[in-house]
Antibody, heavy 119, light 107 residues
Framework: HVQLQESGPGLVKPSETLSLTCTVS????????WSWIRQPPGKGLEWIGY???????NYNPSLQSRVTISADTSKNQVSLKLRSVTAADTAVYYC?????????????WGQGTVVTVAS | DIQMTQSPSSLSASVGDRVTITCQAS??????LNWYQQKPGKAPKLLIY???NLEAGVTSRFSGSGSGTDFIFTISSLQPEDIATYFC?????????FGGGTKVEIK
């Protein structure tokens, strides 16, 4: 079955770029959409954006100016870059499969990775 | 953006109780509504998709209903393992948005 694993630095300095990778195992990323979602401490879920394996992307307008999501089919990985981070970007970041067997649902999730923005 | 309003934000119920959570969309989203369960320190888990369809492997204690702007998630008989926060999510329009969550505790 499909499994997702997020990886990347747990601490990022303000104004720098947050970079995370989601490695997909048990299936190919050359199907479905692959999404990033974040959850600030003690708060709700915020959709960041998604990518189709072909490279087509869609981002949350609230983050669009700072976000890039990319896919590497040779490595079966999806990546997130968030530029010019502030403390407000401190959160658990999840990658998730979108539109698997249900058109509009996130049906497979990674365990999440904690990112803290601090100097 | 479509705003998703969940209520209550938290509730406390006894084992065996019927528990109901509501989710209201700021505009008509047909049945483009999903429900998730999140236990502390864990990723969310899909429970219900398209408002009323039970995800494979999920207990039949959980059910969902509704369409348009008003949706209901029900736990028919609360069990200790159901302690979690529950979120709704719409996919009628981008950006995809979630409700604020309902924390369910045992009384």
């Amino acid at each position: 079955h499909v499994q997702l694993q997020e990886s990347g630095p747990g601490l990022v300095k303000p104004s720098e770029t947050l970079s995370l990778t989601c490695t997909v195992s048990g299936g190919s990323i050359s199907s479905y959409y692959w999404s990033w979602i974040r959850q600030p401490p003690g708060k709700g879920l915020e959709w960041i954006g998604y990518i189709l394996y072909s490279g087509s992307t869609n981002y949350n307008p609230s983050l669009q100016s700072r976000v890039t999501i990319s896919a590497d089919t040779s490595k079966n990985q999806v990546s997130l870059k968030l530029r010019s981070v502030t403390a407000a970007d401190t959160a658990v970041y999840y990658c998730a499969r979108y539109g698997g067997h249900s058109e509009g649902a996130f049906d497979v999730w990674g365990q999440g990775t904690v990112v803290t923005v601090a100097s | 953006d479509i705003q998703m309003t969940q209520s209550p934000s938290s509730l406390s119920a006894s084992v065996g109780d019927r528990v109901t959570i509501t989710c209201q969309a700021s505009q008509d989203i047909s049945d483009y509504l999903n429900w998730y369960q999140q236990k502390p320190g864990k990723a969310p888990k899909l429970l219900i998709y398209d408002a009323s369809n039970l995800e494979a492997g999920v207990t039949s204690r959980f059910s969902g209903s509704g369409s348009g702007t008003d949706f209901i998630f029900t736990i028919s008989s609360l069990q200790p393992e159901d302690i979690a926060t529950y979120f709704c999510q719409q996919y009628d329009n981008l950006p995809l948005t979630f409700g604020g969550g309902t924390k369910v505790e045992i009384k």
